[in-house]
């Protein structure tokens, strides 16, 4: 099964871009990466995803390196409502085998 | 558009109760998961269905059950509830064809 690690913490400065990294060294060709995000204790939110190019939605960027084995959420103008812990997650799928492995994220807290 | 539902919200058990934690949702998805998170940890996959009459295990199985009689919902029952099942429960669903999982806003569970 295809693991990811992330750092447990980070801090962010408001109005500065917020760079979360994440390795995921044994995912295969055809997994996903994932990125969600958990403020408080509410359900998880979707962000972004993406296979191998880059991608960027109105909430952030995700940068893959081309050997595909880590990756990193880019929110450009961070503000005090995106204080949250941010999961990167490889999504399984085999034949109606589906799983997704949660790892225990990354703890952002912008600072005012 | 209410997107993925739970019932209840919260609730207290005694121990060797039993109980039945519905996810309902109206996007017509096919896929739907069953998530325990406990303090501090990542979200950790129960069980899942990948369509109707349709049930898997998932990371941590064990003193659940699930049923997938009607695409909409997805029931999460504990014949024998017991304190170590204390946690806050996340449903979530997905389109079979999209990439995108919807959560619900949880369902906080406490076994006395």
């Known amino acids: 099964d295809a693991k990811t690690t992330q750092p447990p913490s980070m801090d962010c400065a408001e109005g500065r871009a917020a760079n979360l990294p994440c390795n995921h060294s044994?995912?295969?060709?055809?997994?996903?990466v994932y990125w969600y995000r958990q403020i408080h204790s509410q359900g998880p939110q979707y962000i972004i995803h993406?296979?191998?190019n880059n991608e960027t939605n109105e909430m952030a960027s995700l940068i893959i390196t081309e050997d595909r084995k880590s990756s990193t959420l880019i929110l450009p103008h961070a503000t005090l409502r995106d204080t949250a812990v941010y999961y990167c997650?490889?999504?399984?799928?085999?034949?109606?085998?589906?799983?997704?492995?949660f790892g225990t994220g990354t703890r952002l807290t912008i600072i005012p | 558009n209410a997107g993925v539902t739970q019932t209840p919200k919260f609730r207290v058990l005694k121990t060797g109760q039993s109980m039945t934690l519905l996810c309902a949702q109206d996007?017509?998805?096919?896929?739907m998961y069953w998530y325990r998170q406990d303090p501090g940890m990542g979200l950790r996959l129960i069980h899942y269905?990948?369509?109707?009459?349709?049930?898997a295990k998932g990371e941590v199985p064990d003193g659940y059950n699930v049923s997938r009689l009607k695409k909409q919902n997805f029931l999460l029952g504990l014949e024998s509830a017991a304190p170590s099942q204390t946690s806050v429960y996340f449903c979530?669903?997905?389109?079979?064809?999209?990439?995108?999982?919807?959560f619900g806003e949880g369902s906080w569970l406490t076994v006395v």
């Open positions: 996007m017509n998805h096919e896929y």
């Open positions: 044994t995912i295969s060709g055809n997994e996903y």
């Open positions: 979530a669903s997905r389109k079979r064809t999209g990439n995108t999982i919807y």
């Open positions: 269905s990948v369509g109707e009459g349709t049930t």
């Open positions: 993406g296979l191998k």
């Open positions: 997650i490889v999504r399984e799928s085999n034949f109606g085998n589906e799983k997704l492995t």
